[in-house]
C-alpha cells in the first residue's frame, strides 16, 4: 500500500531564508507525486507535479522539487522565503500501476515571520 | 473552461437534520473525490469515485455519510441526522485518469457545514 509521510507538521522560517518541507513516500513502484498548497481561507491548488519526466520539477511562484527515488523523497523547497508564501502544503502520492486512488500527506503549516 | 464546482457554498443546519452537497466535476474528469477538512486540520479522504467502477467508500466515517455519482457527472455527498462534529468544509476534485494512471486533482471550492 501506498503512503505519505510529511515530516513536521509546523515549520517556520524568516522572509528570505530558505524554505525546505519535507515528504517521503512509501510505494512499490516510483509514482507521480504532487505538492498542493491551500492559502489562507482557500482552496486547494496544484503547486508542481513530477510525473517521471525531469526528477528536479519546478512549480508556481518559485518553488521546486527533486525526486529522489533511492530516498524515496520528493521534498519541496524555495531558496527565499517571501510572506505571502505563508500557506499550508499537502504533498500527494498516486500509483502509476493501476490502484488509482490518490493519497495525501497530513500537510505542513509554514509560517514566515518578518 | 469552467472548474469544479460545489453547491452550496455555505450551509447551517440544525443537529438532527440531513443535508445534501452537490458537486460539478470537470466535464471528462472520469475520476471524483470527496475529502472533509475540519478547521485547522488536514485532508480527510471520504470516498472515491472511477468511471463506472463500484466506489471506494472506506474513509466514509459512519453510516450516516453517504454519496452518490451518476455516471461521469454530478455527485452529491449526503449526511443524515447530521452532529456538530460534522462541522467542516467538505471538499470535492476531480481529475482525468488516462491509461489507469490519476494524474493531478482539481478542487473546488468547497462547502462549508456548520451543525448547530
Known amino acids: 500500500a501506498q503512503s505519505v509521510t510529511q515530516l513536521g507538521s509546523h515549520v517556520s522560517v524568516s522572509e528570505g531564508a530558505l524554505v525546505l518541507l519535507r515528504c517521503n513516500y512509501s510505494?512499490?513502484?516510483?509514482?507521480?507525486l504532487f505538492w498542493y498548497v491551500q492559502y489562507p481561507n482557500q482552496g486547494l491548488q496544484l503547486l508542481l507535479k513530477y510525473t517521471s519526466a525531469a526528477t528536479l520539477v519546478k512549480g508556481i511562484n518559485g518553488f521546486e522539487a527533486e525526486f529522489k527515488k533511492s530516498e524515496t523523497s520528493f521534498h519541496l523547497t524555495k531558496p527565499s522565503a517571501h510572506m505571502s508564501d505563508a500557506a499550508e502544503y499537502f504533498c500527494a502520492v498516486s500509483p502509476t500501476l493501476g490502484g488509482f486512488k490518490t493519497i495525501f500527506g497530513a500537510g505542513t503549516r509554514l509560517f514566515v515571520k518578518a | 473552461g469552467a472548474g469544479v464546482s460545489q453547491s452550496p457554498s455555505n450551509k447551517v443546519t440544525e443537529k438532527g437534520k440531513d443535508v445534501e452537497l452537490r458537486c460539478d466535476p470537470i466535464?471528462?474528469?472520469?475520476?471524483l473525490y470527496w475529502y472533509r477538512q475540519r478547521l485547522g486540520q488536514g485532508l480527510e479522504f471520504l470516498i472515491y469515485?472511477?468511471?463506472?467502477?463500484?466506489?471506494?467508500k472506506s474513509g466514509l466515517p459512519s453510516d450516516r455519510f453517504s454519496a452518490e455519482r451518476t455516471g461521469e457527472s454530478v455527485s452529491t455527498l449526503t449526511i443524515q441526522r447530521t452532529q456538530q462534529e460534522d462541522s467542516a468544509v467538505y471538499l470535492c476534485?476531480?481529475?482525468?485518469?488516462?491509461?489507469?494512471?490519476?494524474?493531478?486533482?482539481?478542487f473546488g471550492p468547497g462547502t462549508r457545514l456548520t451543525v448547530t
Open positions: 466535464s471528462g474528469h472520469t475520476a
Open positions: 476534485a476531480s481529475s482525468l485518469t488516462p491509461h489507469g494512471v490519476t494524474y493531478e486533482q482539481y
Open positions: 510505494s512499490s513502484v516510483p509514482p507521480y
Open positions: 469515485f472511477q468511471g463506472n467502477s463500484a466506489p471506494d
